[in-house]
């Protein structure tokens, strides 16, 4: 049986890529993301809302922008490839750095919300019960605030799926290396293979169908079950 010319190797390696990029970007902005958005949901302060400013610039900011000043960055005459001894862009781990960055804030606010949602009765509660404050965030405030952690996680992985802009300028689209569906799909439409943009990006519809889905019913959980 002959596979189909409308889904070949290539198109499979683009998928795998794409999927092992929002994996790994999705599990850093959970890790980074989590503590992140307990510390703005403790009260406010100056410092905090500037912090949370910064990781909600990319929602607003045009991914060439943030993309641009990205790849200034991670260029052969930043600092940061001194620091490292090799320049990030046009490589999967720039792609991995700037993913996290363009999409931090779809992860951290949703926690941040749960987390707020949460109240301090819990953590007071159990601080009447002589729990260490590591024990209580991990017994108490991450299971209570897991529908917005589940919910940042969806965004996050969606998110990269399908970002553009910031992927093509940090990328640059090497096949087997940095080149994801979107920049794919981009490929596809300007070379007017139409067939295979079809395939790729009613998959990624489909997918976003499923994210937006998946994310009514985490809300009504989170909201208990009042629909």
Do not use: C
């Not at 969806?154 to 553009?164: C, K, P, Q």
């Amino acid at each position: 049986m002959t596979a189909s010319p409308l889904f070949d190797a290539a198109m499979i390696e683009t998928i795998l890529l794409t999927l092992k990029l929002a994996g790994i970007t999705t599990v850093v902005l959970l890790l980074v993301g989590t503590p992140l958005a307990w510390w703005l949901a403790q009260g406010g302060g100056l410092w905090k809302e500037i912090v949370a400013t910064v990781v909600a610039l990319p929602i607003v900011l045009p991914p060439t922008v943030l993309g641009f000043y990205l790849l200034i960055a991670m260029g052969p005459q930043s600092p940061l490839t001194g620091l490292l001894g090799r320049q990030l862009s046009f490589t999967f781990t720039g792609l991995v750095l700037g993913s996290v960055i363009y999409s931090l804030p779809f992860v951290v606010n949703p926690i941040r919300n749960a987390f707020e949602a949460m109240g301090p009765r819990p953590l007071e509660a159990a601080a009447t019960l002589r729990a260490a404050p590591l024990d209580a965030f991990v017994s108490i405030a991450l299971p209570l605030a897991s529908p917005g952690i589940m919910t940042g996680a969806i965004l996050g992985f969606a998110h990269t799926v399908g970002e553009f802009g910031v992927v093509l300028m940090i990328g640059g689209g090497i096949p087997g290396r940095t080149k994801v569906l979107s920049v794919t799909i981009f490929d596809y439409v300007e070379t007017l293979q139409w067939p295979k943009a079809h395939v790729l990006a009613g998959g990624m519809l489909a997918m976003s169908f499923v994210v937006i889905l998946a994310m009514m019913l985490i809300e009504r959980r989170l909201n208990g079950g009042r629909r």
